[in-house]
Structure formats: structure tokens, C-alpha cells
């Protein structure tokens, strides 16, 4: 009898998309005449740099000649790109990371929700609230949690992260042994300075944990005080894995490119308190389940460092910025209260009210989509997150509908 993996039964079912979808579709047949503004779903609006454009189809054209076609890449990643990723992320940044710490992948949604396979069933886990869910739902597959009670799985260390710390998760009082982080945040908007990362560095060196630190969303961060790496912070070396994506930072949600980053002196133990160097881990890991990312997309992705390429992300993003300033400016006037929106594409605005609510009161009073902040756990409560993917007119308009209607 073949049985199933019973902690799949645990896993609340992630209505949020949907049920945001439903109450959109029904929007919208009963005024089909309104325009509706998306400023929910964080996916990028605008197209891929030419600079990606071109060394794509460069790289598809090479794929048409015997002479120049590949076939199965290296898994983790080609050189080309390792060598373009450890120069222009971290060593010209100060922070200490070789080529053959990089593995190359198709998404960090991917590794972030793999990563966690190579730990003990029993690891103990610190995850925050709010949260993007796939940290927290790959846990519960993998049976490190007990049962969801009272919008809680048991066995898991929550770390709050409310206004009262402006955002911020604190320390655990008791010990954890994976923690992650995400910086800038997604959903907040949050960001950490380099000392306030210290001291998570510090707590694992204390406590022997690893963190998990999701930086998915650096390539927004304009202020030159703020860490773009956790590897800026000394040790961090020993006690941190690192994932980034090109998503959001050139635009390849579509395209699919990402990278994580295992350094060398990474270590975890084993059950008689054994060091080990969790790098061979996730290599075997990642060339068992994994066969690397497509030749152009590889391509396309080193394109983002050419000089050309730097250019282009820059203003792409700075367009997103843009938005995100507008939107934290017009809620800031309204005397609502929110953080992000700077070093970050996201605004996180505390609504006074439930977060379903404040979420029909925008879709049915303004015609505009936003996230309910609840469905990104419990501390999302009375909180919505508003995203700046989308063109500046439309930012511009979705704002001054959401002013009509709350002044
Ligand atoms: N990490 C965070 C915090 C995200 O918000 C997202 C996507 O929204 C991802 C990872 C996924 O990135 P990718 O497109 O590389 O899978």
C-alpha cells in the first residue's frame, strides 16, 4: 500500500491568490466599465533589458549550429556567469566569495524551498511573521512542524515582526537552529542596517544556527549604508547561505535565473556534534535533482553585468522606486502609517482595520487591487502590502482613487 506523506494534510491551503482573484472577477463583471489597477501581485511589468534581449538571442542562434550547440551545462551553473556573479555581487563589494560557491539555478523560490532538505528533520526553525509563505510551507512538508492551530503551525519559532520594532524580527528567546531572513523584506518592505545583521551573525555563532538569508529584493537597496549582502557582515561566511534572484532585479520572473550562495566554511553538524561543511551537502544535492539553467538564460543573465547591461537594470528599477516613492508619499499624506518603499518595491501600510476589509474597501471604491497583509500570517493582520510593479500613470492614478476615498 503506497502512503502518502501525511504532513502535506498539515499545509493550509493558500487561498490568498485566489480569493483575491475571485473578488476581482466579481468586481469586475459588475462594472465592467471600470478600469481596475493591479498594485498586488509582485511580479515586474516591464521587458527584459536589450542588453539581456541581445545576448539571448546571440545565445539562441548559437544553439542552431552544430558547431556552437550545447548540450547539458554544468549544474551548477557555467563559469561565464559564477565568475561575472562573484566580482560584480560580492568581491567588489568587500564581501569574500569565490566562483565555486555560486550554484546557478532556475529560481530562489526553488532553492529557498529546497534548501532545506539537507538539515536534520528536527532542526529547529525560526521563520518570520509576516512571511513569504514558501519558507514556512516547505518546512511543514519536510514534518519539522506539529498541526496548524489558531493560524500557527506547532513546533515552529515565529518571530513577530510588527510596528513595534518597526517591522523588524528580534532575536528568538529560546534557540533555534535555521533561521531565516529576507532583506529587503517581501512582504514589509523592511530593511536591516549592517549592524542589526551582526547581530543575527552573532546569535548563530553563539548558537551554532545557519540563517537562510533571502536577498531576492538587493538590487533595490539605493542607500550605501545598508548591507546588499549578508557576507558584508564579518563571519557571516560560517553561518549564512545566501539566495538572489534576476527576477527582480533585471526582470526575469518569466525568464527564470537565480543563484545561491554556499560558501566553503559553512558549517553544520551532525547528530554527535560533528562540524560539517554544509557546501558538498547541497552540491550533491543540487547535481542529483538538478540539471542546470538554459544555455541563453545563462546568457542573458551575465548580459546584466556587461556595462550596458548595469545601465539598463538601474533604470528599471529606478522606475519601480519611483512608484514606490509616490505610493509611501500619497499614504504618508492620507496619516497612515507604513514602512518600505524605499530600498524596496513593496509599501507595507497599517490599515486600523482587518486587512480583508481595507482590501475590498480599495477594490470596490477605487477599482484597486492590493495584498491583504493576513495572508502572509498572523502578524499581517490590519495590515495591506501595495507593490510598485506596474507603470508610473497607473501608480499615479491607483493613488489618487485610494485618496478620494480615504480622505
Ligand atoms: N524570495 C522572495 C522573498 C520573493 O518575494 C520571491 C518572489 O516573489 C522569490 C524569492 C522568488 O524568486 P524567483 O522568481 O527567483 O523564484
Known sequence: MIKIN?????????????????R??????QNPDKAIIRLGIGDVTRALPSACIDAFHIAVDEMAQDSTFRGYGPEQGYDFLREKIALHDFQNRGADISPDEIFVSDGAKCDTGNLQEIFAADARVAIPDPVY?????????AGRTGAYSKGRYEGVTYLDCTADHQYLPQLPDEP??????????????????????????AYAQDHKALILYDAAYEAFIRDDELPRSIYEVEGARDVAIEFRSFSKTAGFTGTRCAYTVVPKTCRA?????????VHPLWNRRHTT???????PVQRAAEAVYSPQGQEEIKTLIDGYLKNAAYIRESIQQLGLHCVGGENSPYIWIDGNRDSWEFFDLLLNSAGVVCTPGAGFGKCGQGH????????YENVQQAMERIEHVLR
Open 269 to 277: 553538524y551532525t547528530s554527535s556534534a560533528q562540524a560539517t561543511e
Open 384 to 391: 495591506i502590502r501595495i507593490s510598485a510593479f506596474n507603470s
Open 24 to 29: 476581482v472577477n466579481a468586481f469586475q463583471e
Open 6 to 22: 501525511e504532513h502535506y494534510l498539515k499545509l493550509q491551503d493558500s487561498y490568498l491568490f485566489a480569493n483575491i482573484a475571485k
Open 176 to 201: 533555534a537552529d535555521l533561521i531565516y531572513l529576507c532583506f529587503p523584506n517581501n512582504p514589509t518592505g523592511a530593511t536591516i542596517t549592517k549592524s542589526q545583521l551582526s547581530d543575527w551573525v
Open 133 to 141: 509563505p514558501v519558507y514556512l510551507d516547505t518546512n511543514v512538508m
Open 289 to 295: 535533482k538538478f540539471n542546470s539553467v538554459a544555455y
